[in-house]
């Protein structure tokens, strides 16, 4: 594969992104700091050295070693809720790595409509220039009248207006598309970007609207970040009720003095009396809940956007499909009959000529088309959090 690439695709363009963002960046640091509190909650304490000197010196010297035991399980539930944490930042790469995709397939999606539409106008601008000229020799020679060609005029300042204004999205939009990457724009100089199969959508039909809620509940990315939520909310509950049992240190004790040996071990030990540790344990229980009603939530508001999301595609589908049907018929039956008949010398050229501007009219009325569906299937993707285009499939890896 030669490299620098020269035309890049919709996969090549997401891996970029997953390299160059630099909110992914954040995140993976992010994700870093939660792996290191899991070895934090995984470390034991340290005996404590207690040593002590008298006057006069070296006549009295204490010496204590003390072993700290935690009770209760406390540090499993530290674990426990560690790993919960960590697996919270996993999710949260993981969820921006989604929302990355889903501004480089928007940004790439709305660069090639840009250059669709430029061409499209560019091809009405010279079909409307070809008629004007046209008239404008006809009003010489007194064929038509002036209203006629003005009329033209009129239609070929409308077209050179519609192309311009498409060109000068051109910029912006390849703007965009170095943005969502996280690339400086002269970074795309001298690259082509295709988009293979870009009309060919899957059917609504072979998308079963029940699976796709229950891929969205599985797959979405918040969810399951939730769920760790709560699940580290769970662990913190846990800690909280066993520290109403305090920990204590045990050990040897061991005093020289007057050229006097004493051994003494040692005992201390937090007296529960004043309280139970009741107010942390609220806490934590409340918290709990409030996670466990933010999961829910959640999960409700995944199954809404899911049947939105698909109702929208459904409807772009079929908008689309129209769209084709037109397309084919102008493209295939009534710009070839106009083209016969002026071979035939039983039509003449402003026939052919407006069955050309209602072809390229057809091709901007498909662009729209083609792009209104395939926004409404990358809002369908974004809500279940999976690529539903075959070439998709394979799923990509986040780089270290």
Known sequence: MPWPPKTCDFRFLTLAAFYFNPDLAVARAQLETANAAVRTARMRPNPVLDLSFGVPNPY???LGFAFPIITSGKRTYSIERAKSLSSQAEFAVAELAWKVRGQVRSALLNYLFDVHNAAIA????QLQQARSERLSEQLQVGEIARPEWEAARAALLEAQMASRAAEGRLSPSRAALAAAIGVPVTALEGLEFEWSHLED???PNLLAEGEMRRQAVLNRLDVRRALADYQAAQSNLQLEIARQFPNFQLGPGYTYEERQSYFNPSLSIELPILNHNEGPIAEAA?????????LMAIQANVIAQCEQAFAQYRASYQILQAAQAARTHVQRAQVPIEERMLQAGESDWFSLNSALL???????TWVDSVFQA???????EDVIQKPLEPEDSVPMILPR
Request: aromatic share 0%; charged share 20%; net charge positive.
């Open 60 to 62: 009295l010297l204490g």
């Open 374 to 380: 395939q926004s409404a299937l990358g809002q369908l």
């Open 286 to 294: 409340a918290q709990r809940k409030q996670a466990a009603a933010n």
């Open 122 to 125: 560019r091809a009405a601008e």
């Open 201 to 203: 959508l899957p059917s």
């Open 358 to 364: 209602q072809s390229a009219a057809a091709d901007k």
